[in-house]
């Protein structure tokens, strides 16, 4: 059990964490309000949280150089570090696989097997496909709202409908995919195995998939065929290779690694890449992943501050207490805080992936005490992070979609019927599947 009694100033120690939410929802708040474009991106999450740190290193109250230490011990905690380096090759990936025509193929090759009948069906299984194999929502939305644009206006469908069909697959993909950056946090934190928190994410993703297949069929009207862009299937192999080798349990390096050599071999020998590009590709790929390897380094030291002084050890005990008034059996109470954590904090945020790493060693001990196995505490993480994301208005992915098919951010995730019933399914099985036997210590890492 928590211990109730925290040490003094742990209530205090959580003041930097809320100036960072403040600054970080405020300033998209403003901006918003000002009709600015991507209004919570214009103080990016990594400058933001600068004060929240200098406010931290105050409150210390220690020698300037021993609270250094502190920021530096958390942010070289060896899962971030862990977690930064997989961002990096995934980045990577994606850069190459980009520039040798991959990502083209991808979508130009689910678009030729698309009946006009299925095109609302048919647009979220490509969507879901692709961010499952790029493990970037942002990447399948940028790739695909412009063809999506098209095909609503060819095709005579409502706009907020086929942007809301795209933002629900790219979540799919965004919570399943093992390159995503929500995956790599939610299972460095919690010490779960890649192929292990796949398999117990399907199993509440396929089901919400399905339905929303079934929906989808329901509202798709349209009988315009469907045109894709000359395209070749080798373009499409490294994004198969990584995702049928990571379910094999391949470790996470050797799979982005073989995935760049792959995708480089492939745009050489079936495309007109030049493999002496492959430095330049690879750079800008780790690049493209600065800010959320910063922010990751920034937020796990600043949790760090909050963790010595018993802060998150006062959040567990409060939500300790508050599931354990809720009469549920075995730990389905404590899953539903995890779960709440996850929710609520993106909804603050719009960053999963930060969602999950401030919140990631608070779950992580309701976890090991509650007998949660660490796929499942990942899992859970990972979905309802996601699930929120796909649902504020004010996240990248809605912004992204509004502008490119000139509509409003609200009337997008107003149409993410997928998150929706994904959020439905997966709090229904919480509370109907039965509670977990126990657990060896030693499946806790």
């Not at 030049?274 to 750079?283: K, M, W």
């Not at 910063?294 to 050890?313: H, P």
């Not at 060693?361 to 309701?366: A, C, I, R």
């Not at 992915?397 to 149409?415: C, D, E, M, N, T």
Request: charged letters at 10%.
């Amino acid at each position: 059990m928590l211990n109730s009694a925290s040490p003094p100033g742990a209530k205090r120690s959580l003041l930097p964490l809320g100036l960072f939410v403040l600054l970080f929802l405020g300033s998209g708040l403003y901006f918003q309000a000002q009709n600015v474009d991507y209004a919570f991106y214009q103080l990016p999450g990594h400058v933001a949280i600068i004060p929240a740190l200098i406010l931290a290193i105050w409150l210390h109250r220690a020698p300037l150089q021993q609270s250094i230490e502190v920021l530096i011990k958390g942010a070289g905690n060896h899962n971030i570090i862990t977690m930064c380096m997989i961002y990096l090759l995934a980045g990577a990936f994606a850069s190459v696989a980009t520039a040798t025509g991959g990502v083209d193929a991808a979508v130009n090759a689910g678009l030729s097997i698309v009946p006009a009948a299925w095109l609302l069906p048919g647009l979220f299984i490509i969507a879901a496909l692709i961010s499952t194999a790029m493990g970037t929502s942002m990447g399948t939305i940028g790739a695909l709202a412009p063809i999506a644009a098209g095909l609503a206006s060819q095709a005579s469908l409502d706009n907020a409908l086929v942007a809301g069909v795209l933002l629900s697959g790219a979540m799919f993909g965004d919570n399943l995919s093992i390159i995503s950056d929500t995956t790599i946090a939610a299972t460095r934190t919690q010490g779960a195995k890649m192929a292990d928190k796949f398999k117990e994410n399907i199993k509440i993703a396929l089901p919400a998939a399905l339905l929303t297949l079934l929906l989808y069929s329901l509202l798709t009207s349209a009988t315009t065929p469907v045109t894709a862009a000359d395209f070749s299937w080798s373009g499409v192999l490294p994004y198969a290779a990584i995702l049928v080798l990571a379910v094999m349990g391949l470790n996470v390096f050797v799979v982005l690694l073989l995935g760049i050599v792959l995708a480089a071999l492939q745009g050489s020998l079936f495309a007109d890449y030049q493999l002496t590009g492959i430095g330049q590709d690879i750079a800008a790929g780790f690049a493209s992943v600065q800010e959320i390897f910063l922010l990751a380094m920034l937020v796990s030291g600043l949790s760090e501050f909050i963790k010595q002084q018993g802060g998150l050890s006062w959040i567990a005990a409060k939500i300790q207490n508050i599931t354990g008034k809720l009469a549920l059996a075995g730990n389905k109470a404590q899953q539903l805080a995890i779960a709440a954590l996850a929710f609520f904090s993106n909804l603050c945020i719009a960053n999963n992936t930060v969602a999950i790493v401030l919140t990631g060693d608070v779950s992580k001990t309701l976890a090991q005490q509650h007998q949660i196995t660490p796929r499942r505490s990942a899992s859970l993480l990972d979905i309802f992070a996601c699930i929120s994301q796909g649902l504020v208005p004010y996240g990248a992915q809605a912004l992204l979609l509004g502008a490119s098919f000139g509509i409003s951010p609200w009337q997008v995730v107003s149409h993410s019927y997928y998150c929706l019933i994904l959020l439905v399914v997966a709090s229904s099985i919480i509370l109907l599947r039965r509670p977990e036997q126990a657990i060896p210590a030693n499946e806790f890492s």
